[in-house]
């Protein structure tokens, strides 16, 4: 059966209440173990097997001291994390200590931290608009990537929200508050080319004179032909996150969007976005006041599903390994959801 | 804030009235008798009856909200018949045009002039000739369902998020008394006038609430409020400090019945249909209190002040909203009288217009030549009141507009398409002034508008009145057709001698000579003003 | 690298701004106006007289919508509801300020906050009518708003330029931050500068000459005066009165135009809507606008907070010390008083938006200049920011506070009729302890 015909459901199952915001998660020791940043500047350990859900905060001589919004697995024992205090700090996974920081690794907010598929080098985004390339084992800065403005053109300070390697680890893509996606060719630490999703940047030069957008999610298909871009559409008021959910569809190659989606009643940012490892569908998910998840498939770009599922804004999310789940973590609440279908 | 002393009992200037004036007479006699008397007393001469183009632009703009064209104040001059103003005061207030411009007034006392379909409703009372004691029993029921009371409800639409505006607003617009300050605090010198004053008017309304954009009411539901001291009490429901109001006892309903309700409320909301009234309500006994034998002079009194206070740019009692009982008017007999005669015949506003309009004292001039001018109160000689935005935008409209389109020879209902099409355009412009209330100031917007504007330019100087103008053979001829256009009265020698010297020296450019001597009349104090 | 947004740190604009500096010091005041662009149009000799008369001004930063106090003058690091912020030091030792006011950080101990606004209406519409009134209007009494209160107290009756200018280009909560003089009358309305900075119909039409604009205005006055006689009022006085005033007001024209500053000035400032007006509104205050209501809209930030105090808070921070600098420079900042401020603060608690919603328990304001205590901090709110702990201040406390400041008794007396109307209500007072 093909995808368009099947039917899915996103249903929240076992789940953990929270008094912070959890805003990153990456894999653990085993399939329903996570690591989660919270925006009590921890970085947790947490069995979502075990009958009481108890997390674990990670501890040693550095620590953050705001939002934990990035975090990366390097595949040799350690997890790097970032933070608005922009700081990096490596931990050690076996002994669950802080083995090293990196103060000041960016002038501003750090948004995202993602570790290349060889587990080799780490890159980080920030608000003071560039990517820095560190070594994965050693914490050396190897590269600073300069591609976006650090003021939009209506004179304020910019965003750069998101960034995700491609799967064979030769591309980067970072994406920013205007709706500019730069794809850098990692080896070469060269801009190849450039996307743009000005839709999502929300400015409301009228009633409000501000805006709220901004690309926040990025992922590259599996047969890496394919880039997913993640915000919010048009906002009426941006006041609320009430401009629809929406996904940008490129063709790498061809820099060309292959299509627009836009969720019908389901509003807000879509804070993550993943592909299918076979590249089935793409679920996309996030969220206003409350959550959504949404499945689509990428070759008819058109939306599978529309769910309120999660029951919470989601920040980050990570797939199982059999495609036929997730764990999403979000606004005082982490939970595992089944896709089924 | 300080508060003036509010009635006691006993105390009230209607109490000690002197003998009033027997009330088969009519209105106007009553009117001048009264007022002339204390005229005598204060040796005070009133000034001479206004020329008669005046009086008639006067109650043309107070009764139509426009001027009279040329054609109408032609004829009027040439009317040769000894009763003219009569007669003519009569066809003003019998035609459509007084009831539009009524309904439009009793809106901006009512609504703040805001544009809802409460003013539709006004319109359609105003011309079914509806009383104003039924204008206020329809108001403060709130039932719009029946076909003549579509948008009645708006007026507690409007309030029902503040209870205490509604209680206020009422109290103010209907009976002309401001009771918003024994909301904090008893009154510290009239021991009746109390907290328990104002939260008894306000238990009216205390069981009124908002319910999918409808105001509705309850059958239950209790006024208390907190003493100076922190003590709380409970109101009764009473009228302006009036015998309570006996009532059935009604407890709170219990929790299955609540939400009973809750679900036909919601079932309602969903239909956008209005709740239906309750079996008791509150507010119709507010109506039928206000409305009992004694009481419904607090209305009669508060509408014969506000119209007077319309008609001559000052009330019998000053301010409009502290008509209570130490607050002496300045002729007690007259308002007593007028008030008497109006709630006598069945609240009719027009009849009380009528017997106003032709009293002498409304018709006199207001120019003032023998020393100090007599205090307002003494009504000796006429105040000039600036106009309402739609009086001065139609004003300005008709009198700009060439004299062949309102051509006498119309058929009436052609004339009156014509004037409403005029006064139609003249809505837009109105928007740019202000609205006049009491010690009401020009701003300089204006001025910078009628100096500066493109609008002003094209809508009122590049007219048709213009093009006329410029087809006339002399200066003379067009500086007359000006005056008698604009301002209803012939220029004098003076104005023409300055107004000749202004055209002949902008020979080269004739035209902007004219529209600038046009310019000139329009942004003038004459033009500005009701006199 | 320069991160800093605002073109100010060139060498060139230091010599330009050292000797700028040299020269008012060395020349005095009227350099200062010299230097402006603004008064050459006007007449000097009366402008001086305005100036002299009560040489005091206010500047109303209109924060619209609700700016943060978490964000801004009251952050609480450390706490969940204290946002991702961190905080910096000021310049009063001991004094903590939102990393995001690093300019104001250090221009402290020329500023005074209130950290403890507790003012109770978290609605916009009748939150910004008290908070401009200090005081809710009453359902039969409207009162006047602070522009019009002081266009009333500080400007001169005859005077050339406007006495309340009101800028509030955005069109969210324009409605529920009206102005209005009420009892006051039109005289002392706001000028509503909403669409650019130019007041409507303050230029003479192309197609009529000046002389016949003039000459027209003097048929004017002159029919009128005619009419007048034997019958004047109050109102027919105060119509004469508006349109003697409309060729001063045009030849204020230039007041209105920002091309007049140096270009330096201007970058200084920034490129912003809301740098720029703020300028004009040093502009006018240096010309002699009593009032001027500079609004900053929109900062409701029901959902995404955090993005939208990083995007707004650094524009306010720099706007206020440039304005701080330049009217300290000018050596206006004696009879200037600048206040910040909107119609209420935001919820510690963070919304599943990363929002925080209207509150007006416990929030904050800013002021600086004329009769302000320099580097005071009064009042204190609890741990998570939830309640005030600590000198409470309420709407009318603060609108006292800046009548004060410029010299003006709150207890003064106005009249409706017959009823005496005091400039806020019985038994509210002016916070000391931030006064000079």
């Known amino acids: 059966m093909s995808t368009t015909q099947r039917t899915f459901q996103i249903k929240a199952g076992k789940k953990l209440s929270r008094k912070d915001i959890v805003f990153s998660l990456v894999p653990g020791s085993g399939e329903e173990s996570v690591y989660f940043g919270s925006s009590d500047g921890s970085v947790y350990l947490a069995d979502f097997s075990a009958e009481k859900i108890e997390p674990v905060a990670l501890t040693g001589d550095h620590r953050h001291t705001s939002y934990v919004t990035g975090l990366a697995r390097t595949g040799k024992g350690r997890l790097v994390s970032g933070s608005y205090d922009r700081r990096l700090i490596w931990w050690d996974t076996e002994t669950g200590k802080s083995i090293r920081v990196v103060e000041a690794a960016h002038g501003k907010w750090i948004r995202k931290v993602k570790a290349s598929p060889d587990g080799k080098i780490i890159a980080s985004v920030a608000d003071d608009m560039v990517c820095r390339i560190w070594d994965a084992e050693t914490a050396t800065l190897l590269s600073v990537w300069k591609g976006h403005e650090e003021m939009t053109p209506h004179h304020y300070p910019s965003m750069l929200f998101t960034c995700e390697f491609s799967p064979d680890g030769a591309y980067l893509a970072t994406a920013d508050k205007v709706g500019l996606i730069v794809l850098w060719d990692v080896a070469s630490g060269k801009m190849v080319k450039t996307f743009e999703a000005p839709i999502m940047y929300t400015w409301d030069p009228n009633q409000r004179r501000h805006s709220i957008g901004g690309v926040r999610s990025l992922a590259f298909s599996p047969d890496g032909k394919m880039l997913a871009v993640g915000g919010m559409g048009k906002v009426g008021n941006i006041d609320h996150l009430e401009g629809k959910a929406r996904v940008s569809l490129f063709h790498l190659e061809k820099g060309e969007v292959l299509a627009e989606i836009e969720t019908g009643d389901i509003k807000g940012l879509v804070q993550r976005l993943a592909f299918h490892p076979r590249g089935e569908w793409l679920l996309a998910s996030g969220g206003d006041n409350k959550g959504f998840a949404v499945l689509i498939d990428p070759q008819a770009g058109k939306t599978l599903l529309e769910e309120k599922n999660p029951p919470f804004h989601v920040h980050d999310f990570m797939l199982n390994s059999a495609a036929n789940g997730f764990i999403a973590a979000g606004h005082n609440q982490i939970a595992i959801c089944g896709i089924e279908g | 804030m300080a508060c003036l002393p509010v009635s006691a009992s006993g105390e009230n200037w209607w109490d000690h009235l002197g003998e009033l004036p027997a009330q088969d007479e009519k209105a106007e006699v009553v009117i001048d008798r009264l007022i002339n008397e204390r005229l005598a007393k204060k040796g005070i001469t009133p000034a001479a009856k206004t020329p008669p183009l005046s009086g008639l632009r006067r109650a043309m703009l107070d009764l139509c909200g426009r001027i009279p064209t040329v054609a109408e104040a032609d004829a009027f001059l040439a009317d040769s018949n000894p009763e003219r103003w009569e007669r003519k005061i009569d066809s003003l207030v019998a035609s459509p045009e007084f009831g539009r411009f009524l309904a439009h007034e009793l809106n901006w006392l009512l609504m703040d002039g805001k544009s809802t379909d409460f003013q539709k409703y006004l319109t359609a009372a105003v011309e079914k000739q509806v009383s104003w004691d039924g ?143 309750p079996d008791y309500s509150r507010r119709s006994r507010l109506v039928e ?243 | ?184 009358g039109a005289r002392f309305a706001a000028m509503e500068l909403n669409n650019g900075m130019m007041p409507p119909n303050i230029s003479r039409l192309g197609e009529i000459s000046e002389m016949d604009h003039r000459e027209r205005s003097q048929l004017r006055d002159m029919l009128s005066a005619r009419f007048a006689k034997n019958r004047e009022t109050e109102t027919m006085r105060s119509q004469a009165a508006a349109y003697a005033r409309v060729h001063g007001l045009m030849s204020s024209e230039s007041l209105f135009d920002i091309e007049q500053e140096p270009q330096w000035v201007r970058d200084c400032y920034g490129p912003t809507l809301f740098a720029q007006q703020a300028l004009m509104a040093r502009r006018m205050v240096e010309a002699g606008v009593p009032f001027v209501r500079v609004s900053r809209a929109w900062w409701d930030s029901h959902g995404q907070n955090f993005e939208t105090h990083a995007e707004m808070v650094p524009e306010l921070d720099h706007v206020m010390a440039t304005l701080l600098d330049d009217l300290d420079q000018r050596g206006m900042l004696d009879s200037t008083l600048v206040v910040a401020f909107g119609e209420f603060g935001r919820t510690p608690g963070i919304n599943p938006s990363l929002g925080r919603d209207h509150f007006a328990n416990a929030w904050s304001a800013a002021l600086f200049g004329s009769g302000i205590a320099k580097g005071a901090v009064y009042g204190k709110t609890d741990e998570d920011g939830n309640n005030v702990i600590e000198g409470k201040a309420d709407a009318g406390a603060l609108f006292a506070t800046i009548l004060s400041a410029i010299g003006i008794d709150p207890d003064k007396e106005y009249h409706v009729g017959s009823r005496p109307i005091p400039l806020v209500n019985p038994g509210v007072y002016a916070i000391d302890d931030i006064l000079a």
């Open chain 3, 1 to 184: 690298m320069n991160t800093d947004p605002y073109f100010c740190g060139s060498p060139e604009h230091d010599i330009s701004r050292r000797a700028f500096l040299s020269h008012a010091v060395a020349v005095g005041s009227g350099a200062l106006l010299g230097t402006t662009g603004a008064v050459h149009a006007l007449d000097e000799d009366s402008l001086n007289a305005a100036l002299r008369g009560s040489g005091k001004s206010v500047i109303l930063l209109w924060l619209a919508g609700g700016a943060s106090q978490l964000e801004t003058w009251d952050p609480k690091p450390g706490r969940l509801t204290g946002g991702p912020f961190g905080t910096i030091p000021t310049s009063i030792p001991g004094v903590h300020i939102s990393e995001l006011m690093p300019k104001m950080a250090k221009r402290m101990h020329q500023v005074s906050v209130i950290r403890s606004l507790s003012t109770g209406d978290a609605g916009h519409g009748t939150g910004a009518e008290m908070m401009l009134r200090g005081r809710k209007n009453e359902a039969a009494l409207h009162y006047p708003d602070m522009g019009a209160i002081l266009s009333k107290e500080l400007g001169r009756a005859d005077s050339k330029v406007p006495g309340y200018v009101s800028f509030y280009s955005q069109t969210e909560g324009r409605g529920s931050g009206m102005t209005s003089p009420a009892f006051l």
């Open chain 2, 289 to 531: 209190a206000a409305l009992g034998e004694e009481r419904k002079l607090w209305l009669a009194r508060s509408l014969v002040n506000r119209t007077w206070y319309r008609l001559f740019g000052h009330g019998l009692v000053m301010p409009l909203d502290q008509m209570h009982g130490l607050n002496e008017p300045s002729h007690p007999e007259l308002l007593q009288w007028l008030a008497r005669d109006l709630a006598g015949h069945n609240f009719d506003l027009r009849r009380l217009i009528r017997g106003i309009v032709l009293s002498q004292a409304y018709q006199r001039d207001s120019r003032w030549n023998l020393g100090e001018r007599p205090a307002p109160s003494e009504f000796a000689v006429a105040n000039p009141r600036p106009l309402t935005p739609l009086q001065y935008a139609v004003a300005l409209k008709i009198g700009s507009t060439r004299t062949g389109h309102f051509a006498p020879q119309l058929s009436p209902e052609e004339f009156q398409k014509r004037i409403n099409g005029v006064a139609q355009s003249g809505a837009g412009l109105a928007r740019w002034f202000a609205r006049p209330g009491e010690n009401f100031h020009v701003a300089v917007d204006e001025a910078l508008l009628f100096s500066n504007s493109g609008e002003i330019k094209g809508q009122l100087l590049n007219a048709g009145l213009r093009d006329e103008m410029e087809k006339l053979p002399g200066h003379g001829e067009r500086i007359a057709l000006a005056y008698r256009s604009l301002l209803n009265r012939d220029p004098d020698a003076e104005e023409v001698e300055t107004l000749q010297s202004y055209l002949a020296a902008r020979e080269d450019r004739p035209r902007e000579g004219i529209e600038q001597m046009l310019w000139a009349i329009m942004a003038g104090a004459e033009a500005r003003f009701n006199h």
């Open chain 2, 135 to 277: 204008v206020f029993s329809a108001v403060i029921s709130g039932r719009a369902d029946d076909g003549d009371l579509k948008g009645v409800d708006f007026y507690l639409r409007d309030r029902v998020r503040d209870l205490d505006q509604m209680t206020n607003d009422v109290s103010v617009q209907f009976f002309g008394v401001n009771i918003s300050c024994a909301q904090c605090h008893d009154h510290p010198y009239v021991t009746d006038w109390t907290q328990e004053t104002y939260y008894g008017m306000r238990a009216f309304f205390t069981r009124t609430f908002e319910t999918g954009g409808f105001a509705a009411e309850r059958a239950y539901g209790e006024q208390s409020y907190k003493t100076t001291k922190g003590e709380e009490r409970k109101a009764a429901p009473r009228f302006l400090g009036g015998e309570l109001v006996a009532e059935p006892e009604r407890g709170e309903p219990g929790p299955e019945e609540k939400k009973a309700e809750l679900a036909v409320l919601e079932e309602l909301k969903k239909k956008k249909e209005s709740p239906p009234p």
